[in-house]
């Protein structure tokens, strides 16, 4: 059973300080089940690869102390927990590589925040299910995966496809957000645990997956495969998270409407930005639109009076937002036909969503500088690689008008969910690196009052795909 993970981040041997572990040398660490070794097979400041291999005793697993006994005696001894992922190589993980995971490294600690390239194979991955869940876990957090299947007997080739996947998962992140996905997803694959699950397994996923499971596509299947389909635990681990997802995000949405509301009410800034936004939906004919942040559903309001639009999805990581833009648009007055033109969904921004995809165009409308800049990639790849409208349309605060607001300390944001704030030279080259890599053609202007100097509060970019 072995794990590489390969960096191409420069000094490449860096990857040493964050796993604490010396690449000029070989360590082992004794295990309940066996011993894991980790070395590196290649480390270069080009490149440099670390390997996890676990040797698991067979024999030792049977005869420990406190063994159940559950599985038939010689599926005791002769079994796939010596060769394949599974959740002994996530318990190895978090042994071995516990302080990666949390994302410390005394010597490289701006290094540890950082997202780096990092590609991650597993030699073999069982998944029953077939490669599509692979993709279907894996992809949502932003890594490129390829999936390749084995015979199961070369020799015999009748006998057909095994379960089982030599998987590689490449992408720029942390890399403790690579080591804590692969420790909760690798097991929810194999859909199988070596040990009791309890309620501590519930707090044991909900701490690993803070900041990623709740907004998952596959949330449920995650927490349900992961928790070995406890019905208890289950449904205890998905309530929590829909009120962790709730709580915060809401409260952050309500502050920054507040803060949006009183410093740009002056301007009626908003309700330009709405209009501008619907009119350069409209404009681009398209008959199914989506939404992505659409927070209280202003937007969709906007939308939904065109009757030329024959679908309209909003897109929002809070449940009582998109509760709220469901209750604006009055729905529950309207003939059924109608009401079937607007759909509201959960997910989030920077994770891939097959919801997402087939649509005319896409409006993001003050809502990528409340991302870190560190997520803008994972962000691009969502809304041009897999959904890829014909247009998309976003907006964003020009951080040179800044100074016009009353009130509006110097150097400081216009809200404090705000992660950055970019010029307009800042947001064109954001643009053109976009097209560029996407294959798409954007045409920037302003909304709202031009200053000579400084130029308009809201900028504003429609990418047309080329």
Not at 67 to 82: C, E, F, I, M
Not at 188 to 210: A, C, Q, S, T
Request: glycine content about 6%.
């Amino acid at each position: 059973m072995i794990l590489t993970i390969t960096s191409t981040h420069r000094p490449a041997t860096d990857i040493g300080f964050l796993l604490h572990k010396n690449p000029g040398r070989i360590h082992s660490t004794i295990l309940p089940f066996g011993q894991a070794h980790v070395f590196y097979p290649e480390a270069t400041a080009e490149r440099c690869t670390v390997a996890l291999a676990l040797d698991v005793d067979p024999v030792g697993l049977v005869r420990r102390p406190g063994q159940s006994g559950r599985d038939w005696a010689l599926q005791q001894y002769v079994n796939d927990k010596p060769y394949a992922a599974s959740s002994f190589m996530s318990v190895a993980i978090s042994r071995v590589f516990g302080t990666a995971m949390k994302g410390k490294s005394k010597e490289r600690e701006e290094l540890a925040r950082t997202p780096i390239p990092l590609t991650a194979r597993i030699a073999a991955l069982p998944c029953r299910e077939g490669k599509e869940l692979i993709h279907s876990l894996f992809e949502p957090l932003g890594y490129a995966v390829r999936a390749e299947e084995h015979l199961l007997d070369e020799r015999f080739p009748q006998w057909g496809e095994s379960p089982y996947y030599s998987v590689e998962l490449s992408g720029t992140v942390r890399l403790s957000e690579l080591l804590t996905h692969l420790y909760v997803l690798v097991p929810v694959l194999d859909d199988d645990k070596h040990y009791w699950v309890g309620d501590d397994e519930v707090d044991k996923l909900l701490r690993h997956g803070e900041g990623w499971l709740s907004a998952h596509p596959a949330r449920e299947q995650i927490t349900a495969r992961y928790l070995r389909h406890l019905r208890s635990l289950t449904d205890d681990a998905l309530a929590r998270l829909a009120d962790d997802d709730g709580s915060d995000a809401e409260q952050a949405e309500e502050t920054r409407l507040a803060e949006e509301q009183s410093l740009e009410r002056p301007l009626n800034l908003n309700q330009e930005r709405i209009r501008t936004v619907a009119t350069a939906v409209r404009e681009s004919g398209a008959k199914r639109v989506l939404d992505l942040g659409c927070g209280e559903g202003v937007l969709l309001r906007e939308l939904f009076k065109d009757t030329c639009i024959v679908e309209i999805v909003g897109l929002d990581v809070s449940m009582r937002a998109l509760a709220r833009a469901r209750d604006g648009v009055k729905m529950g007055n309207l003939p059924e036909a109608i009401r079937n033109r607007l759909k509201l969904i959960q997910g989030s921004l920077t994770y891939r969503d097959k919801r997402l995809s087939g649509f005319d165009a896409a409006a993001v409308v003050e809502v990528i500088e409340h991302l870190d800049e560190a997520r803008l990639s994972a962000f691009e790849r969502v809304l041009f690689e897999f959904a890829r409208p014909g247009t998309a349309v976003i907006t964003t605060p020009n951080v040179e008008y800044n100074q016009k607001f009353e009130g509006l300390p110097e150097g400081h944001m216009r809200h404090k969910d705000h992660r950055f704030e970019w010029t307009r030279q800042q947001f064109r080259e954001w643009s053109e690196r976009v097209c560029s890599r996407f294959g798409y053609a954007a045409c920037i202007s302003g909304i709202g009052p031009e200053d000579a100097a400084v130029g308009t509060p809201t900028q504003m970019a429609v990418f047309t795909r080329e």
